[in-house]
């Protein structure tokens, strides 16, 4: 899609469209050995551009709205920490993964997001002025390239994404800002309205939750920021793309301070009918940006895109090969099959995890936790 004929975010979001952001790359990379898990980081985009654009393609035939560079963890201090690469630079990284982006994004009538997240510098205590100066980078590299909006993501301190905004502003473009925090908020005791209320004061246009918790407990999150814009008398669009694991005992930690993280998570993974009730308690508490993280895979991407298509106006391509709420099963030759074709069954499903032996929550370990 020609440049001059792309509708930009802000104008998708105040027209009240719905927009579906893609699902998690780190992880699915990981799994289809892409990725080295620990540091995450994202060299794939060069190493293997392959494997990226494909996933890219699987998200976006799944109705994402919005493709994300590759580009997480992708700040210099993060690669140099992780020793994953010694040959290959943050910057051709962020080259790589613009292009990949925004030819997936062109095959479509997708936005691409040029993404910046936290860095182990803040955390570190570095100067606002060094850290800033990484984002600075980074954005420096997304600059040269066709990006329609930038996403400041997974910053589990409000002060961190405060300086990433300040700096993405200065491209010129909107931004977006999701932190990785739950109700109780972020690592500093700052609430979640609060830590709303200084992300739109920095300049963020979009502000939400991404990643560490599971879904409904985001939306819950999600909430709070926006009691908190209210309050305040600010205005900003709300953004939720959660984590793709269930997470009841909803540490501060997330997801990281479970003891199944990272290589035995599967047992927690979402259903698409999970993905479904997620997608309409977003759309409900007024959230138009509406995608997932770790975890979320394309069919979970589907399942949003299918939940909410009456008020998108259109399913997504994937859908071809997916009746809704089972409808296929209407056909099938085993009577106890085919009497599961329908919204009923699978809404009301409580599934089993095939572990009698195992519990059903764990216990979290969060050095952080007071």
Request: aromatic share 8%; net charge negative; hydrophobic share 35%.
């Amino acid at each position: 899609m020609e440049n001059q004929k792309r509708r930009g975010i802000l104008e998708r979001l105040d027209a009240g469209e719905v927009v579906v952001g893609d699902g998690g790359y780190v992880m699915q990379l990981e799994r289809r050995g892409y990725v080295k898990a620990g540091h995450w980081t994202p060299e794939a985009a060069v190493e293997h551009p392959e494997a990226v654009r494909q996933l890219h393609r699987e998200f976006l035939r799944a109705g994402a709205s919005v493709i994300q560079t590759f580009t997480f963890y992708c700040s210099e201090d993060k690669l140099d920490l992780s020793g994953n690469v010694t040959d290959i630079t943050g910057a051709q990284i962020n080259n790589a993964a613009c292009d990949l982006a925004r030819e997936v994004a062109n095959e479509g009538d997708a936005l691409v997001a040029g993404g910046v997240s936290q860095t182990p510098l803040y955390a570190n205590k570095g100067s606002e002025s060094e850290v800033k100066a990484i984002f600075k980078k980074q954005l420096d590299d997304f600059q040269k390239k066709d990006i329609d909006f930038y996403l400041v993501e997974f910053c589990d301190y409000v002060g961190e994404a405060v300086w990433a905004v300040e700096v993405m502003k200065t491209g010129g473009k909107p931004v977006g800002a999701t932190l990785c925090i739950s109700p109780d908020g972020d690592r500093d005791g700052v609430p979640p309205g609060e830590c709303a209320v200084r992300l739109v004061q920095a300049g963020a246009d979009m502000v939400g939750i991404n990643c560490h918790l599971d879904p409904l407990t985001c939306v819950r999150t999600v909430k709070l920021m926006k009691e908190g814009l209210e309050k305040a008398g600010l205005k900003a669009h709300l953004m939720v793309q959660p984590l793709g694991f269930h997470t009841p005992e909803c540490n501060t930690g997330g997801y990281v301070s479970l003891p199944e993280y990272p290589f035995a998570l599967e047992t927690r993974i979402i259903t698409r009918w999970d993905v479904h009730k997620y997608a309409r308690e977003a759309y409900r508490a007024g959230i138009r940006y509406i995608g997932g993280c770790c975890g979320f895979e394309p069919h979970h991407i589907r399942a949003i895109a299918e939940e909410l298509a009456a008020e998108r106006g259109f399913l997504p391509p994937a859908s071809v090969k997916h009746s809704l709420w089972g409808a296929t099963l209407e056909t099938h030759t085993k009577p106890w099959v085919k009497a599961r074709a329908g919204r009923k069954y699978w809404e009301n499903l409580l599934p089993a995890s095939g572990r009698p032996k195992c519990p059903s929550m764990a216990t979290p370990v969060d050095k952080y936790e007071k």
